[in-house]
T-cell receptor, first 114, second 114 residues
Framework: AQSVTQLGSHVSVSEGALVLLRCNYSSSVPPYLFWYVQYPNQGLQLLLK??????LVKGINGFEAEFKKSETSFHLTKPSAHMSDAAEYFCAVSPIQAGTALIFGKGTTLSVSS | DGGITQSPKYLFRKEGQNVTLSCEQNLNHDAMYWYRQDPGQGLRLIYY???????QKGDIAEGYSVSREKKESFPLTVTSAQKNPTAFYLCAAKPGQLTNYGYTFGSGTRLTVV
């Protein structure tokens, strides 16, 4: 069965510090991987996705993620945190069977302090 | 602008009542999804639909029902059989069955039992 594990339900950083949110997946086939962001009382917004090709994927708001097949990881990074980055972040993996649904991790809440 | 509209934003339900959450999209997407979000539990799939007049149960379908009579509409009914309905409900859509597409989400409905 496929699954997504986000290490750390809460991550706290200072403004200007590196942001690293961890995501590991299990999949028996090459996966498609996604990162979403959710601000309070809002829906989820797609940050970036990996499908095929370059393993370093750039997204919106200065975020990027690197697909590492050997480590089954898709960690999200941003070189310098901004107060506006405070939100909840979800990693997701595509299902093996077409016509089913994305599999989401439980989310990581990012706090940014000044 | 194309998008997904969920209404109402806040909904209060009395014990024993059925309530219906609306989800409308003008993206012309075939697939639509309902998720439930509780703190610390991530997103859990309730129901999804790939085409009009067809839908499938997700992981937590008990106590919920849906219909898909039109491509643009996918309402969710929370029935009195759902014993703990207080949660944030998210509707999403994607273009088709291909697994490399990300979802577009609505802004959510917060349901509270009073």
């Amino acid at each position: 069965a496929q699954s997504v594990t986000q290490l750390g339900s809460h991550v706290s950083v200072s403004e200007g510090a590196l942001v690293l949110l961890r995501c590991n997946y299990s999949s028996s086939v090459p996966p498609y991987l996604f990162w979403y962001v959710q601000y309070p009382n809002q829906g989820l917004q797609l940050l970036l996705k990996y499908t095929t090709g370059a393993t370093l994927v750039k997204g919106i708001n200065g975020f990027e993620a690197e697909f590492k097949k050997s480590e089954t990881s898709f960690h999200l990074t941003k070189p310098s945190a901004h107060m506006s980055d405070a939100a909840e972040y979800f990693c997701a993996v595509s299902p093996i069977q077409a016509g089913t649904a994305l599999i989401f991790g439980k989310g990581t809440t990012l706090s940014v302090s000044s | 602008d194309g998008g997904i509209t969920q209404s109402p934003k806040y909904l209060f339900r009395k014990e024993g009542q059925n309530v219906t959450l609306s989800c409308e999209q003008n993206l012309n997407h075939d697939a639509m999804y309902w998720y439930r979000q509780d703190p610390g539990q991530g997103l859990r799939l309730i129901y999804y639909s790939q085409i009009v007049n067809d839908f499938q149960k997700g992981d937590i379908a008990e106590g919920y029902s849906v219909s898909r009579e039109k491509k643009e509409s996918f309402p969710l009914t929370v029935t009195s059989a759902q014993k703990n309905p207080t949660a944030f409900y998210l509707c999403a859509a994607k273009p088709g069955q291909l697994t490399n597409y990300g979802y577009t989400f609505g802004s959510g409905t917060r349901l509270t039992v009073v």
